[in-house]
């Protein structure tokens, strides 16, 4: 600007905070005067500043230092739009160099650009928010992530108040650098994410947890912040979607039972706890190259699970709240955009995928066309089970959860963690041999009176009581493709006799036998 020349370098930058907004580009030239008119006595109005600086350095007041003119230049000649009154947008910015390295994200219209040119951390807030002392350079850690998500978002049904043309996002778009009616020159209030939803369209959002939970402490955080309690809208340096943080950290900042600041959401549960036991879902891996050189795929995310923009404390049949919205795997391999099974979800990383970190295929074990199996996708092939607790029958489904998950009774529920190997909500002893309580997992569902009466297997009493056997010495607790009642036969310790092994069933609870287990020859024997 002309007159920034009587002042220091000092005074101008500080003069220059907030210029970059106030250019008239393609995508602000459509702002009303009424609208342009609202600038005065907000943060882009500098004219009782520049006043104070002139008296205090002995110069007169000069009168035609203006709103306007304290960015635009009316006299320009014809042509020069938008009337920028700066010669250099910005020593930050040098858009030559980032239109070589960043040619796909950066932004081409002049009023981002004169945005940027302040708005770089070091005259005026930056994306990221840094401290003015620290002199970072803009194209050293910003360029990377804010034109990635900031300009190369696409949408349909967007909010007439907002400015997108092309399907190309900008600065103007959310921000009208004359209206500063909404705060820090939002176009629409992000109350109850109102500025959001104008482009993203966000289903069952209304029922969410996150936005209208029980608890109205919840509710009113969301309603004054919206979306912001999650995300940064300019976005972070090494997240993705916008999260303002790193995705584990952003969800335990909540999900751990405690308020590290006054704007804080606190969960009545401490996940974080939950995380940090023995066994527990790899939220916290890192990707990267292993021993052999290939790059290895993530543990998990938070995110793999749960939707946090549906969910919701209102359960499914077969599937809980927390889980709605969240994609999947179906019995025939089929993607699917939305679970409306538990085991739908699990199957994403427990069906043998060799991109996924779980390559042991869990999955197929529960196919309902295997010989037995755990009723998780459908009810069990067996019509007797009469060692079922009274609020299970054969037609009873169970999902994954019922077995796999805090061992805590007390603490937060789902398979995050536990004491117990596998995640396991209850002991469990893959030895063949039992002890105290080694059978807790089993028996949550079995009654071990019941089981010990020989009413489903005549010998069940024999290997319980004097074998002093575990379920684990003969059972898999997922099902069997070729063996009844969960036999398996694979067993380290149960061996073939004459090359042959084998367990058949004629009926519930009958059939013959041919293996060697615990020291003794069965050939073809009946049970």
């Known amino acids: 600007m002309r007159f920034i020349k009587m002042f220091t370098p000092i005074k101008r930058s500080i003069l220059l905070i907030g210029i970059g907004l106030l250019s008239i580009s393609s995508v602000w030239s459509q702002d009303s005067t009424e609208t342009i008119s609202k600038l005065a006595n907000s943060p882009h109005d500098f004219t009782s500043y520049l006043d104070s600086l002139r008296i205090a350095s002995g110069e007169e007041k000069l009168s035609n230092i203006t709103v306007c003119r304290q960015c635009h230049a009316p006299s320009l000649k014809p042509g020069l739009e938008p009337l920028w009154d700066r010669q250099n947008p910005g020593t930050n910015f040098h858009v030559d160099k980032h239109k070589k390295d960043l040619s796909e994200g950066l932004p081409t219209d002049g009023g981002s650009r004169r945005c940027l040119a302040c708005h770089d951390g070091v005259m005026a807030k930056g994306f990221p928010k840094r401290d003015v002392e620290s002199q970072v350079s803009l194209e050293k850690d910003v360029n990377s992530h804010l034109y990635t998500h900031l300009f190369n978002m696409t949408s349909s049904n967007i909010d007439s108040a907002l400015h997108v043309y092309n399907s190309r996002v900008s600065c103007g778009s959310c921000h009208n650098p004359h209206n500063n009616d909404n705060g820090s020159f939002l176009r629409i209030s992000t109350q109850d994410g109102a500025l959001c939803l104008g482009c993203h369209v966000m289903p069952n959002w209304e029922i969410s947890s996150h936005v209208s939970p029980l608890d109205e402490r919840y509710g009113n955080h969301f309603m004054k912040d919206g979306c912001l309690q999650c995300h940064d809208i300019h976005g972070t340096p090494g ?38 036991k023995p066994y527990a879902h790899p939220i916290f891996f890192e990707s990267g190259k292993g021993d052999d050189g290939l790059n290895h795929e993530r543990g998990v995310l938070c995110s793999d699970c749960h939707n946090p923009h549906e969910i919701t404390h209102f359960n499914e049949p ?10 999947g795997v179906d019995e025939d391999g089929n993607e699917l955009s939305a679970s409306h099974f538990e085991y739908e979800i699990c199957a994403k990383c427990h069906n043998g995928n060799s991109e996924k970190m779980l390559a042991e295929n869990i999955d197929r074990l529960f196919s309902p066309m295997n010989q037995s199996f755990h009723p998780v996708k459908a009810p069990g092939n067996n019509p007797n089970v009469p060692s079922l607790k009274k609020d299970l029958s054969e037609q009873s489904l169970i999902t994954c959860s019922d077995c796999h998950g805090n061992n805590d009774k007390a603490g937060a529920a789902g398979p995050h963690g536990s004491d117990v190997a596998h995640i396991l909500k209850f002991d469990y002893s893959e030895n063949p041999f039992a002890s105290p309580g080694s059978d807790d997992l089993c028996m949550s569902c079995h009654n071990l009176r019941r089981l010990k009466s020989d009413v489903g297997f005549k010998f069940h009493s024999l290997h319980i009581n004097q074998g002093n056997f575990a379920c684990a010495a003969c059972h898999n607790p997922h099902g069997r493709v070729n063996e009844p009642g969960l036999v398996d036969i694979d067993l380290p310790w149960i ?26 020859d069965h050939r073809g024997q009946s049970y």
């Open 495 to 520: 061996l073939a006799v004459n090359g042959e092994k084998s367990v058949e069933a004629r009926e519930p609870g009958h059939g013959n036998c041919t293996l060697s287990c615990h020291g003794v």
């Open 318 to 327: 077969m599937l809980n709240g927390a889980l709605k919205g969240v994609d």
């Open 239 to 276: 997240t993705t979607s916008l999260l303002a943080k790193n995705e584990a950290e952003l969800c335990l900042a909540c999900h751990d039972a405690s308020i590290n600041n006054d704007d804080e959401i606190t969960a009545k549960q401490n996940l974080k706890e939950v995380f940090e």
